[in-house]
């Protein structure tokens, strides 16, 4: 049975088998990066305004739990599925960042002895994977991203001398303004991969309407 052609009761053509008809319907998966960037970017900011002294730590919180943790953890998982370690690595580390982060404030922050300590090593954590991070990330080409790590690697390194040295808000507003740069930068970069992904913008002449050609089949 292995071996032998399935042919129609009709036409007696062949018919495609099992591994055939699975071939034909397998779908490309998409791009996890723009999602994890749109995370990233929303919850870069919304810390940069709390950075600055503009917005209170609830904000900062809901959003780094769900935006943050949750979407970027979903984009993780979508990157593991399609064999992305580096997309994997990369949005997973900032999503347990934003999740474990929110937790500590929300729940430890108010009893800790020393919150500025505890921040201090938080950052240094995360800025060594940072470092790291971004090192791999020069092996990718993608210039916009490198952008986007050595801005929120400024960030991490001037909280943590705002935590470490108690040196004030100047600071934090100088990790601030990276971060809105950083936020800026992953935005402009999760919406070129967007566009990058949608067919061409086909003007029909007859009739003036603007019309997206449709991707035909690859055999």
Not at 112 to 132: E, H, K, P
């Amino acid at each position: 049975m292995g071996g032998e052609v399935l042919r129609s009761p009709t036409t007696g053509t062949g018919l495609p088998g099992e591994n055939e008809m699975a071939n034909t319907m397998q779908v490309t998966p998409a791009n996890p990066l723009p999602f994890g960037l749109l995370c990233y970017g929303v919850c870069v900011f919304i810390l940069s305004g709390f950075l600055w002294g503009a917005l209170e730590p609830q904000a900062l919180i809901g959003y780094a739990v769900f935006t943050g943790g949750a979407g970027m953890l979903l984009a993780a998982v979508a990157a593991y599925r399609s064999g992305n370690t580096y997309a994997t690595t990369l949005l997973g580390g900032y999503g347990v960042f934003w999740a474990s982060t929110a937790f500590y404030l929300w729940f430890f922050a108010g009893k800790s002895a020393n919150m500025s300590a505890d921040l201090a090593w938080i950052v240094v954590a995360f800025g060594i994977f940072t470092a790291y991070m971004l090192v791999a990330t020069m092996r990718t080409g993608l210039q916009t991203i490198e952008l986007l790590m050595g801005l929120l690697l400024v960030l991490f390194a001037f909280v943590w001398i705002a935590m470490a040295f108690h040196t004030g808000a100047w600071a934090l507003k100088i990790a601030a303004v990276a971060g809105v740069l950083s936020a800026l930068d992953a935005w402009y970069e999760s919406f070129r991969e967007i566009m990058a992904t949608l067919p061409p913008v086909v003007h029909a002449a007859p009739t003036g309407r603007a019309t997206t050609a449709t991707p035909q089949p690859t055999s």
